[in-house]
């Protein structure tokens, strides 16, 4: 029987990451994986990812997955697709489905990176088609390139029900609101941010009633909940819509890991049934590790991290990396995964409740209730400042383990510090040039230009813009303010799309001066936006 | 202080649930237990389903045709359960000469016990089930033979012992049992100790070690069989399926889904006789087998492979027996992979003995005290 | 699990709930109603609920409904849904066709 140093079950970012690692360390790999194409999630994550520059931050994730793969090609990896790994089996045997036989293949290591899948809820009409996961919507537009309909409502304000939303969007569908149980809103508000200036209503404290149709969806109700999350009589307020996208977490696929004989744990934090494992992903049978969703629901750096993780260990334990270079290896990326974990969203703040900054500032309720911050709120947040001509104004109020805005400022007006998570500073005594890196590279599209003396009774905002087409420079529109409300007519004075940009446009409109701080968004015509 | 009860009887499979119903009936009161947290979560879960005299020892066929003709006709009025009985009859396939003279041999034995057993030619044998594949060149044919939900059974059997009264504890491990004053009177677990005048042990192979408390010992060995399930396909066939080598048996259940079992023949040389993992190579060998016999279902998708324990008594039949030794000892195991058909029967005789009734069915054939060397 | 036992010997009451209805396993079409009945017929582990009512056991192997059934299951109990011990991972983790998995290689 054909024996690998290393079988990894899930060509995904852990399991990726941890192919790479492995076979650079001389390690005879394979990695399965069940679709038809590599890269797991990260290849429909078309955003920018969050961290340090260690973590990849301010790339966009199908970018990662993309030099994932062509690494792991480098190094001889072999993947093998449309492989379906159907168990495991005693002394780490595997059976793999390819084709139309099944393949018998031992590892004296497996890693499995089987990931997640979504989580449903059930409710009057939940079984029609045009209700789906959100995942599953990602899926359709960034992967097929098809529309999962015209009119969509959002089930979930983590961040998936956030991210996806906004593709949606992007693809030209309208987003009629995003429902959570939750009084808060789970996910960044940053990302909330960009949803909301769009003018997109969040119903924070609804639930989803039913969705109406009799083969297909078309109509949800949604109501207000109470204390037991029931739906108060009387609150029921029916929406327009075509498709509904369910975004209420996910589940780790963890039954290859039962079947194993692994010692499994049901942990909420963790998103259900996990495996019990040691620091490197190590289970309880010896050699068999995990690595990323299947080991506890977080997000792709971090999958990308314990991948590697799992990997060197397993390195050690064959015999191709000593312990000392090992173990060294190991801390600097536990370290590297421990940046990752701190903040508000931190795994072990779930379902906490924040009040304050790690700095010690009051948290935006308006943020967290209706996806913006009201105008007088910024000024709290050390990312403001007002100064004579051009200058950044962050809105970044939430503590999230990111920093590229700090590494990108030519001028190093920016300050974040050796704390990530910690929000950025703008520092009133360095010149800023208005090169617009900044913004551009804000994961969160929370940094915007201000210019109070464009002219005599102007000033320019600018703005990051990911919608297409882009307007015409001269093109009259209308300045929306951050719930989306239309507030002022405003002229689009510049349109750059930088490569270093990658595809975060940099739209620059003239205001009158008093919405300098008011105007977060550009519409072509008013009757296009909602409020 | 000791839960107590008339009956205690360890062990919430088909056997013990059954009998704990028809002793509840009789207004006996009857305390369950298991080890595990789940009822009937041994064989009495994991069996392929055969409600079948044909092929069985002739010292079981009494029993078991007691069982078709009184108990299995009405168990799911009876339950208030769908048991998916279905009395469909039963196959039993030859390829070869060989096989042909095995089947006559058993259909034979059968006869002579008053069952209705028959070898039909490959023609006929496809007239009754069509999708038969032309290498069967003859059968034996029982038309009152069928199959049944063993998971639906069991628990439909717990749920109106329950409702009659029968307390169940699981996650309740026995670890002795204890006589007082020459007779059985405590059951010992890990948590607490119950008390009764009778104890029915019906633990499957757990049994042995649970008897060794009071000096007795039925030998048997341990064996892993494994069975799947496929996805539901439209009604085709209901006759319950066997062959003379017995590689694999099944049936199509009346939910749709095909249930079909069999043996590797590594079975008796596992390594790891702790875990009930299902094999690498098991259930590959299986669907080989079924689709050599029935090549119409080569494209069917197999959903689900699980596998459990059976407990092989030394000569093939179970124990279902007094304790003159031990008074107020009843044991029921040894059931060697065929106690589910024979359940029901099973249950409603050894409520007869524990409430010191003449069972329906004389059980003279599963002494506890039996066994003997060759010679 | 101490609740179980107690509550396999104290039997929860039926009540019937608006919702009972609505499907819960899609694979085998099995309501919120048939599935509180269960925990009401002492069905009181997901084994048990599954065993008894096929729920989870059709095509996608209760990756869709388990949490779904398990919260149901555990309201009824009044225990929290990570008490329950979830179902057991069996192969294969998908569908496979007989003729497939008869087909064995080790290249």
Same mark, same amino acid.
């Given at each position: ?531 | ?375 | ?29 099995? +309501?919120?109603? *048939? @599935? $509180?009945?269960?925990?009401?017929? =002492? &069905?009181? +582990?997901?084994? *048990? @609920? $599954?065993?008894?009512?096929?729920? =989870? &056991? ?50």
């Amino acid at each position: 029987m054909k024996r690998y140093d290393m079988i990894i079950v899930g060509a995904g970012p852990a399991g990726l990451s941890a192919a790479v690692e492995a076979a650079k360390h001389g390690m005879c790999v394979a990695v399965f994986d069940e679709n038809a194409k590599p890269g797991g999630q990260l290849f429909k994550q078309i955003h920018k990812f969050f961290g340090s520059k260690e973590h990849q931050a301010k790339v966009r994730g199908f970018r990662i997955g993309e030099a994932l793969l062509k690494q792991a090609n480098e190094l001889g990896v072999e993947v093998l697709l449309n492989a379906v790994v159907t168990g495991i089996y005693a002394d780490k045997e595997v059976i793999v489905r390819h084709n139309d036989t099944v393949r018998h293949v031992k590892g004296d290591t497996i890693l499995v990176a089987t990931g997640a899948s979504e989580n449903m809820i059930a409710f009057p009409g939940w079984t029609l088609p045009g209700v789906m996961g959100a995942g599953a919507a990602q899926t359709m537009i960034n992967l097929h390139g098809v529309l999962p309909g015209k009119r969509v409502l959002m089930v979930g304000s983590g961040n998936v029900g956030l991210v996806v939303s906004y593709q949606l969007m992007q693809c030209g569908c309208e987003l009629v609101g995003i429902v959570d149980v939750a009084k808060k809103i789970g996910g960044y508000g940053v990302h909330a941010a960009k949803i909301a200036r769009c003018g997109v209503p969040f119903y924070m404290g609804h639930t989803i009633v039913r969705a109406e149709g009799t083969d297909h969806v078309t109509g949800v109700v949604i109501g207000e909940v109470d204390e037991a999350y029931q739906c108060i009589s009387g609150t029921e307020k029916q929406l327009d819509v075509d498709t509904v996208c369910i975004a209420v977490g996910l589940s780790p696929m963890s039954q290859l890991l039962d079947m194993a004989g692994c010692q499994m744990q049901t942990v909420s934090a963790k998103g259900g049934t996990v495996p019990v494992c040691n620091a490197d992903g190590e289970t309880s049978v010896e050699g068999l590790y995990v690595a990323g969703d299947v080991s506890g629901i977080e997000e792709a750096s971090s999958a990308m991290i314990e991948g590697r993780i799992a990997a060197i260990s397993a390195a050690r334990k064959l015999g191709y990396l000593g312990e000392a270079p090992a173990s060294e290896e190991i801390s600097k990326l536990q370290a590297s995964l421990e940046a990752l974990r701190q903040g508000m969203f931190a795994p072990g703040n779930r379902g906490k409740i924040i009040e304050q900054t790690e700095e010690g500032i009051r948290i935006s309720n308006s943020l967290l209730t209706k996806g913006y911050l009201e105008e007088q709120e910024i000024e709290r947040f050390p990312g403001f400042h007002t100064q004579k001509g051009i200058h950044p104004v962050i809105e970044c109020t939430q503590n999230i383990p990111c920093n590229p805005c700090q590494d990108v400022c030519p001028r190093h007006c920016i300050m974040v510090g050796d704390n990530i998570t910690a929000l950025p500073v703008v520092d009133e005594n360095s010149a800023c040039s208005g090169c617009g890196l900044c913004v551009a590279s804000c994961s969160g599209q929370a940094i915007f230009l201000v210019n109070d003396s464009y002219d005599q009774t102007h000033a320019s905002v600018t703005i990051p813009y990911e919608f297409l087409p882009l307007p015409a420079v001269g093109t009259i529109g209308v300045a929306l303010d951050r719930s989306g409300n239309p507030v002022c007519e405003a002229e689009v004075l510049s349109v750059k799309a930088n490569p270093a940009f990658d595809k975060t446009n940099l739209l620059t409109m003239k205001v009158p001066k008093e919405m300098s701080q008011k105007a977060r968004f550009f519409a072509v015509k008013s009757s296009e936006q909602k409020g | 202080m000791a839960k107590t009860a008339d009956v205690i009887i360890i062990g919430s499979g088909i056997i013990g649930c059954a009998t704990a119903y028809y002793l509840a009936k009789k207004g006996r009161t009857v305390i369950v237990l298991d080890q595990n947290d789940t009822v009937g979560n041994g064989g009495s879960a994991r069996n392929g389903g055969g409600v079948r005299q044909s092929g069985r020892d002739k010292r079981e066929l009494p029993l078991m045709m007691f069982g078709i003709k009184y108990l299995w006709q009405n168990l799911s009025e009876e339950l208030g359960t769908d048991v998916e009985y279905m009395q469909k009859g039963n196959l039993r396939l030859g390829k070869t000469e060989e096989h042909l003279r095995i089947l006559s041999r058993l259909a034979e034995n059968a006869r002579a016990c008053g069952l209705d057993v028959s070898m039909v030619s490959g023609a006929e044998a496809r007239e009754i089930c069509p999708y038969l594949s032309d290498e069967v060149i003859g059968a034996s044919w029982c038309p009152t033979d069928g199959h049944a939900n063993p998971l639906t059974t069991t628990l439909g059997y717990y749920k109106n012992a329950r409702r009659l009264g029968v307390q169940f504890y699981t996650g309740e491990s026995v670890t002795a049992l204890r006589k007082y004053q020459g007779k059985i009177r405590y059951v010992v677990t890990q948590n607490q100790v119950f008390e009764a005048q009778q104890v029915l042990v019906a633990a499957g192979y757990e049994s042995r070690e649970i008897l060794k408390s009071v000096g007795i010992d039925i030998p048997m060995s341990k064996l892993l069989l494994e069975t799947l399930v496929t996805e539901a396909q439209p009604p085709m066939f209901y006759q319950m399926l066997g062959t003379a080598t017995a590689d694999f048996y099944g049936h199509q259940s009346k939910h749709g889904s095909f249930v079909f079992g069999g043996s590797s023949g590594l079975e008796a040389v596992r390594r790891d006789f702790a875990s009930d993992a299902s094999t690498n190579l098991t259930a590959s060998y299986i669907s080989r087998a079924i689709i050599r016999y029935f090549p119409v279902l080569s494209d069917v998708k197999i959903v689900r492979t699980w596998a459990g324990w059976i407990d092989e008594c030394v000569d093939g039949v179970p124990v279902l027996s007094d304790t003159p030794e031990v008074p107020g000892l009843v044991i029921a195991c040894g059931f060697t992979g065929h106690g589910f058909g024979i359940g029901p029967a099973a249950g409603y005789v050894l409520a007869q003995l524990l409430a010191e009734e003449t069972p329906s069915v004389d059980l003279s054939a599963f002494r506890y005290d039996r066994f003997r060397a060759k010679f | 699990m101490k609740e179980h036992e107690n509550l396999r010997v104290k039997p929860i009451q039926w009540h019937s709930e608006p919702d009972d209805d609505l499907i819960i396993c899609r694979c085998e079409e099995i +309501t919120k109603g *048939e @599935i $509180r009945k269960a925990v009401c017929d =002492g &069905m009181v +582990t997901i084994k *048990e @609920i $599954r065993r008894y009512l096929r729920t =989870g &056991m059709g095509l996608c192997q209760g990756q869709t409904c388990g949490k779904l059934v398990k919260g149901i299951v555990a309201k009824e109990l009044g225990v929290k849904p990570d008490d329950l011990e979830p179902a057991t991972g069996r192969a294969p983790v998908r569908p496979v066709e007989m003729q497939v998995l008869g087909k064995e290689s080790e290249e």
